[in-house]
């Protein structure tokens, strides 16, 4: 009995260290390797509203253990359109390796246009490496010092924020390995977040100006005498026209969108404000056939009134609601 035992506990003791020998069990035991990561911007420029891309000059560095991270031929820019390395130099001292490069990128993204051009937009980027994964790599952000030059300045913005931090990104594949029982793949990231805003009011006056001017015009019809009342009714119309091009011209700037935008909402605002100054000379036309013309001046003169104040209260409260400080997605 003694010796059945024994051997019992020996077949235990060998299963034991068989598993935790095997190389499975050293894999799961191993700690992934620690990418310590930091960026400084030198310059954004080359902003294309219409096509959703920016250029971005920044220096890079990466600060690891494992020789095995070739960063200089694996670095991956998800949202990059191109990436360019105009200078980089290694050092491996100290039993850890640095790198240091220069990167010029063109980045794509997507802008939030609602409250354009009162709006407000978040940059990103991001550097994965392409050949290891989450287990076997992660970054960390070295946070000391500034993240960008503020002497350069970026015409119609100022940054208002910059963050970095780290993270996952998940990709539900496995890339064609046929080993993996699931498609899902994550692999360890270093962001860039950065919120410009936008120096607004030059910008708003110079697209919204015409539209203004056009309305003027529509409006001044009841301030002309009652006996030229074709004239009245040929400057609305034109205002009309007016608006509806000038909406074309900014439209043609902005990326397309489903939403309907406060550059959509002046524009109807004030095309419904014109219609409203035609149909209310019409209604004067309609008092003068019956000859009463002291009461079409005075409903000229009410009318108007209370059509300029509805107009300008909407103007100012759809600008007040897009100028408010919004969340940036």
Request: a positive charge; proline letters at 2%; hydrophobic letters at 45%.
């Amino acid at each position: 009995m003694v010796i059945k035992i024994n051997k019992r506990f020996l077949l235990a003791i060998t299963f034991i260290i068989i598993l935790f020998t095997s190389p499975s069990v050293k894999a799961q035991a191993e700690k992934p390797d620690t990418v310590y990561s930091g960026i400084y911007i030198t310059s954004i420029h080359d902003i294309n509203f219409k096509d959703k891309e920016y250029s971005i000059n920044l220096w890079l560095w990466l600060k690891y253990k494992n020789k095995k991270f070739d960063f200089l031929h694996n670095l991956e820019v998800p949202q990059a359109k191109s990436v360019t390395q105009s200078y980089s130099t290694v050092d491996s001292s100290d039993n850890q390796v640095y790198i240091l490069m220069k990167l010029q990128c063109v980045m794509k993204d997507s802008w939030a246009i609602d409250n354009f051009p009162f709006d407000k937009q978040k940059l990103r980027f991001s550097i994965e490496n392409s050949q290891f994964d989450s287990k076997s790599l992660i970054f960390a952000a070295d946070t000391l010092g500034k993240h960008f030059d503020p002497r350069f300045t970026l015409r119609g913005w100022r940054i208002d924020t910059l963050d970095v931090s780290t993270g996952i990104k998940i990709y539900e594949t496995a890339f064609g390995d046929a080993s993996m029982a699931k498609p899902h793949t994550e692999y360890s990231n270093f962001k860039v977040k950065i919120q410009l805003d936008r120096d607004a009011m030059g910008l708003f006056w110079k697209m919204f100006l015409g539209m203004y001017v056009a309305f003027l015009i529509a409006y001044m019809c009841f301030y002309i005498h009652t006996d030229s009342i074709d004239s009245r009714f040929g400057l609305s119309v034109g205002a009309l026209f007016a608006v509806i091009g000038n909406k074309y011209i900014v439209d043609s700037s902005l990326p397309e969108s489903t939403t309907f935008t406060l550059v959509d909402t002046l524009h109807g605002i004030t095309l419904l404000f014109i219609l409203a100054v035609i149909i209310g000379t019409s209604y004067s036309l309609k008092l003068i056939k019956k000859d009463e013309i002291d009461k079409a001046k005075r409903f000229d003169f009410i009318y108007a009134q209370i059509l300029l104040a509805a107009y300008l209260i909407m103007n100012a409260w759809f600008i007040f609601e897009a100028t408010r400080i919004q969340p940036v997605k």
